[in-house]
């Protein structure tokens, strides 16, 4: 297929009303064409927190217009002449980063060692970012995709392509900071939320052979779902006054996934056992809650973050999905419905990621850890 067969089209916000599902479909011009990039003619495409956030400008002033969606899957239709890892008609993903400067700005530690998620040179979003090129990036929530191949990663042919889609953010989001941590045997991990991160970080930690993962939220009402996933317990904490008391110093790890400045963070740093840790992965446009110093000092107790994952981490993440038979929990959505979609996700109705299906793929239908 030659580069002028195809257009460039998708669900635009045009400012901030975007957010209230009021996206419109339109053309947009993708970035100027590099031998190192590829061509993705677009199957599936992820519905996460993130589009949201930038959508209404949460984060900062969105460039608009903009066409979100960064958990993109679909097939290489054009392949750069510097490219040797994809060929025309793989199956192949991108996640929420589409560039990073790979030592073109001096020496970078990051880029070399493979961290390419945390370049402090060049951090390109898959959408809402500029290019080094100049080009401006544009999202999954369309036809086609253009990125550098460094970022586009083969899917394995097991893993069914929605249910890897969502796994290019929400999953990496929750399995990089979980292997990086050393969740595994010996160790107790605690994921804060059951939601589209929260129910990744279940899976992950479970195949990564954690030897007890318990779901902290806020009502039972997920509970099933969460022992499902492969949780060893559960934790409501509108439901027990004492949950805090009661579970104190009884996690090595906890991932938590809540994007809230009212979450109780001091209560869920109680959970933490001698020299625990605790992953924000959430975003919260407000920030975090104030925190109290004499907790971290008398437990030694480390509060970090981590940032989505790089290219080896999706390779790694997608290689144990295929291996552990992890599978997203999904509902798959016909991509003419985004607007709906968005307004869904707002609500909270996603059980637990929504997938955006380019017709003639779509099925309306759900995919619950299936086939």
């Known amino acids: 297929m030659a580069a002028t067969d195809y257009k460039f089209e998708g669900w635009l916000g045009l ?12 053309e947009f011009e993708p970035k100027a064409w590099e031998e190192t990039d590829v061509d993705i003619k677009i199957t599936h495409c992820g519905v996460c927190g993130s589009d949201l956030h930038t959508l209404r400008s949460g984060w900062g002033p969105t460039n608009y217009p903009c066409c979100v969606g960064h958990e993109i899957v679909g097939h290489v239709v ?9 060929k025309v008609g793989d199956r192949a993903g991108v996640g929420a980063q589409s560039e990073s400067c790979v030592g073109r700005k001096g020496d970078c530690e990051a880029c070399a060692s493979g961290m390419e998620n945390y370049c402090p040179k060049q951090h390109t979003g898959t959408y809402n970012g500029i290019y080094a090129n100049g080009g401006k990036s544009y999202g999954g929530y369309a036809t086609y995709n253009r990125v550098p191949a460094r970022f586009a990663v083969k899917i394995p042919d097991n893993l069914p392509s929605a249910v890897a889609a969502p796994m290019l953010c929400g999953g990496v989001t929750t399995y990089a900071p ?7 045997p010996g160790k107790t991990v605690g994921i804060i939320g059951l939601g589209g991160l929260g129910h990744f970080g279940v899976m992950w930690a479970k195949a990564l052979g954690a030897d007890k993962v318990v779901v902290v939220s806020r009502t039972s009402s997920k509970k099933e779902d969460a ?8 934790i409501a904490t509108d439901e027990d006054a004492k949950w805090a008391k009661k579970n104190a110093s009884t996690l090595d790890l906890i991932i938590c996934t809540v994007s809230s400045t009212k979450m109780p963070l001091m209560d869920y740093l109680s959970l933490l056992r001698l020299d625990g840790t605790f992953v924000q992965v959430g975003a919260p446009d407000d920030g975090l809650p104030t925190i109290q110093q004499f907790p971290l000092i008398f437990k030694r107790l480390k509060i970090t973050g981590s940032l989505i994952g790089s290219p080896n981490d999706i390779r790694e993440m997608f290689q144990l999905a295929a291996d552990k038979n992890v599978r997203s929990w999904i ?4 991509m003419k419905d985004a607007n709906k979609a968005i307004l869904d996700f707002e609500a909270g109705k996603p059980r637990y990621r929504f997938v955006l299906v380019n017709e003639p793929q779509a099925e309306n239908g759900s995919v619950n850890g299936k086939l």
């Open 227 to 234: 022992l499902k996933m492969g949780a060893d317990d559960f």
């Open 331 to 334: 509902q798959e959505i016909p």
């Open 78 to 86: 054009r392949v750069g002449s510097e490219v040797k890892h994809l």
């Open 15 to 26: 400012d901030a009303s975007a957010a209230d599902g009021k996206m419109q479909w339109g």
């Open 178 to 184: 979980l292997k990086f941590h050393g969740a595994g």
